[in-house]
């Protein structure tokens, strides 16, 4: 078997990004869902008011769903790393091609 460590694809890059959110959540005290949705943001207002074709029904879901996508990212950007925490992406210099 070969130990060489393998490069990393576009796919486990995908999963390893999935997968992040979900192993913050364990160490963090469990969130109180709020009583009432997140207010849109501006740039929720701007896409929604933007899109084509949409009835009012879909525009306030999307705003809606941008708001929660917001809101959720500001969580996981918030978190912070312990210092000991090792790294997850090993760096390997590829060799070069100049002689």
């Not at 990393?8 to 999935?18: A, F, K, V």
């Not at 949409?54 to 769903?65: G, Q, V």
């Amino acid at each position: 078997m070969d130990d060489r460590p393998r490069a990393i694809t576009r796919r486990t890059m995908g999963r390893m990004l999935l997968a992040a959110p979900a192993a913050v959540r364990p160490q963090q005290k469990p969130a109180e869902k709020p009583d009432k949705p997140p207010a849109p943001s501006a740039l929720a207002e701007f896409i929604a008011g933007n899109e084509a074709g949409l009835t009012p029904a879909e525009r306030e879901r999307l705003r809606k769903n941008i708001a929660e996508t917001e809101q959720a990212l500001a969580v996981v950007r918030d978190f912070k790393v312990p210092a000991d925490v090792a790294p997850a992406v090993r760096f390997q210099a590829l060799k070069s091609t100049r002689r």
